[in-house]
């Protein structure tokens, strides 16, 4: 049998990255020589980062050219990049699919003169298209062509690297609420007095206004408020909440309580040293309260996803880190192919709250996987309530809306 050939993949870099990412992972190339102008030198480093994320530990170039790169100079650089990958005992393969139009001309013309392999990344049919410039393209990936082999082993991890990101962490295991969630969707009456209990304007906490110093949690943690049972016993079974003082009540998990009541005492100074501190006693309390108040929604829609089988890497209530150290919760990500998908959850909302959320929805997806990332609204009221002005403008930025009647169709992530 004869062994597979080193690599040395030789490709053009432009804003997007995922056609860079999925030959990464056909190929596993031994080095990675990117041909960058100054306006993607960074996203070719990101590149290379995501491919080391992935366990990909190539030997990495980054080769700057102009800001205006033409045909001969593209050329001449590529016909550098074979020779050095052929002194190396590398084969060389160009990928000519990124970078602008005149640098795709000059890879490709660069790979026929030189009768080494070339291709191009068809998203869009899910294929490397052979251009025909060398022998046995094919055997490099496996026989196959299409993405079909490698879409397993493509991660948010590597998306969000690539996308200038520090990382993504691995969510909360949504299985674990599902229970509580189905049972707070099925019984909407029931939920709408539990919210009232907990967060109407005379609800244990008033109008959802959490308190933001830890002397104020001392009173609220030890009450109980309404939950009926219907609801409770999903709620007690997954940790979300505690039993009440009645049979149909319940307390916000108060574990952390002694330690509440120990930042209570600190000095002003003291607090502000201690943030951290309150910030992980207080976590428990608000993922409860933001489980109640919507995020029961997101478990719903994250098992649809599931359930469709057209989804990997999903993930619910993940963090992305940007390179600042800032972190944003997204409520789901997933891959479906080669696309990235950012699912934004609403329980409602008005005309006035949903239409600015869509341009951030635009956004943020577009940071986490660039223009292949597919944005996804999940709106929890029925579709005919939905404002016009709102789906129209929804279509403008590709932005899918789910509603649980479409949500419920087997064809609703078709």
């Known amino acids: 049998m004869t062994p597979s050939p080193k690599i040395a993949l030789i490709q053009l870099i432009s804003e997007q990255t995922i056609q860079n990412l999925l030959p990464i992972n056909a190929l ?44 001969p100079e593209t050329s001449r650089t590529v016909s550098r990049c074979i020779l050095a990958a052929r002194e190396a005992g590398l084969l060389p393969v160009v990928n000519f699919t990124g970078g602008t139009k005149l640098m795709s001309i000059g890879a490709y013309q660069e790979a026929a003169r030189s009768g080494i392999p070339s291709f191009y990344v068809d998203t869009q049919s899910g294929h490397f298209l052979d251009a025909g410039t060398g022998q046995n393209l094919p055997a490099l990936f496996g026989g196959d062509l299409s993405f079909s082999n490698i879409l397993a082993n493509l ?10 990101h520090r990382s993504v962490s691995a969510g909360r295991d949504w299985r674990h609420y599902l229970a509580a969630a189905q049972a707070i969707s099925q019984n909407p009456e029931d939920a709408a007095a539990m919210r009232e209990a907990l967060s109407g304007r005379s609800g244990l906490i008033p109008e959802g206004r959490e308190p933001r110093k830890p002397y104020l949690w001392l009173p609220i943690l030890p009450e109980s408020f309404f939950v009926p049972e219907t609801i ?123 239409l600015p959320h869509l341009e951030e929805l635009s956004s943020r997806a577009k940071a986490v996987g660039g223009n292949f990332t597919r944005p996804i609204l999940a709106v929890q009221q029925p579709y005919d309530r939905m404002i016009q002005s709102v789906l129209t403008r929804a279509k403008e930025l590709r932005i899918r809306i789910l509603t649980p009647e479409i949500l419920s169709s087997p064809e609703a992530f078709a």
């Open 28 to 71: 596993q190339p031994q080095a990675l020589l990117h041909l960058a102008t100054a306006k993607t030198a960074l996203r070719s480093t990101q590149i290379k980062d995501a491919a080391l994320a992935s366990g990909i530990a190539a030997k990495f170039e980054n080769i700057r050219l102009s800001d205006m790169p033409s045909i």
């Open 155 to 164: 991660t948010l991890d590597m998306m969000v690297v690539a996308n200038g």
């Open 232 to 354: 409770l016993p999903h709620l007690l079974a997954c940790g979300l909440v505690q039993r009440g003082a009645t049979i149909e009540s319940a307390r916000l998990p108060n574990h952390t309580l002694p330690e509440l009541t120990v930042l209570s005492s600190l000095d002003y100074v003291e607090q502000h040293k201690s943030q951290s501190r309150y910030f992980a006693a207080i976590q428990p309390v608000q993922q409860t309260i933001a489980f109640l108040g919507g995020g029961w929604w997101e478990v719903i829609v994250a098992e649809a996803m599931d359930r469709s089988g057209r989804f990997q890497d999903l993930r619910w209530s993940a963090n992305i880190t940007q390179q600042s150290g800032v972190t944003i919760e997204e409520d789901i990500l997933a891959i479906n192919g080669a696309d990235a998908v950012c699912v934004s959850c609403k329980t409602g909302g008005s005309r006035q709250k949903l």
